[in-house]
């Protein structure tokens, strides 16, 4: 009997042990990042405090990575057109655009801070908000927020906080991109205001001592053959 229990105390503890094992190596499941975006985009229409009228122009920024919003990746991208997508199936205008902004920079009168490139394209394309948002990748989920802010006033008119089970599609997705890069759906839209051509201003040109010497020279000597 004894020897029973002593060969059963070792098979116990092994199964023990390698159903430790497959919990501990259990593989984190994606979402379907559509569905996921769609009531991301739902929860922000229900939030907003001042809606925009319908077919009014809305700008979707890429987003970015929290830690550097110079970074953005193949999930930033594809998130930031989902929420494009839902955003036009609701009924506005929507341009894409890639660049680097900090939308969580608060001023002290309570709007946000935006950089002269960003505000170029909105009084540009005359939309009624900005919509844009960064991400944080992590171990078992990536975190996400999102807001809206009206561009008249630059305040937050509705926001989202999600996360995404970082499953392998995911982790996949999060390979970092620096903003901008090969690969984008084109230049980010400040170049294109960076690019634009300059006010047409008439330049006098200053003539130099030695031109107006050569030309008092030339001048006499015509004059010169001609009396001759």
């Known amino acids: 009997m004894l020897k029973i229990y002593t060969l059963l105390i070792p098979a116990l503890l092994a199964a023990s042990l390698s159903g430790c094992g497959m919990f501990h190596n259990y593989e984190v499941k994606d979402a379907d990042l559509v569905d996921v975006s769609y009531d991301a985009v739902d929860d922000l229409q229900k939030r907003l405090t001042r809606k925009p009228a319908k077919n009014s122009l809305i700008i979707?920024?890429?987003l970015l990575n929290v830690d550097n919003l110079n970074k953005t990746s193949?999930?930033?991208r594809i998130?930031?057109?989902q929420i494009a997508s839902a955003f036009h199936q609701a009924g506005y205008q929507i341009i894409g655009m890639e660049l680097p902004i900090d939308l969580f920079v608060m001023q002290e009168d309570g709007s946000l801070h935006l950089s002269d490139d960003t505000?170029?394209?909105l009084r540009r394309y005359h939309a009624a908000v900005l919509v844009g948002g960064v991400y944080a990748p992590g171990k078992k989920n990536s975190y996400v927020s999102l807001r809206v802010i009206e561009t008249a006033t630059k305040n937050?008119?509705?926001s989202t906080d999600y996360s995404i089970p970082m499953g392998p599609d995911a982790?996949?997705?999060m390979s970092p991109k620096d903003v901008g890069s090969a690969g984008t759906r084109g230049e980010p839209l400040a170049e294109e205001v960076k690019s634009a051509p300059e006010p047409e201003t008439s330049v006098v040109e200053e003539s130099s001592p030695a031109k107006t010497a050569t030309e008092k020279t030339t001048t006499e000597k015509t004059s010169s053959d001609s009396l001759e």
Do not use: E, M, N, R
């Open 60 to 62: 979707v920024t890429t």
């Open 74 to 76: 193949a999930f930033g």
């Open 79 to 81: 998130v930031s057109d």
């Open 119 to 121: 505000q170029k394209l």
């Open 156 to 158: 937050i008119i509705s």
């Open 171 to 173: 982790k996949l997705l």
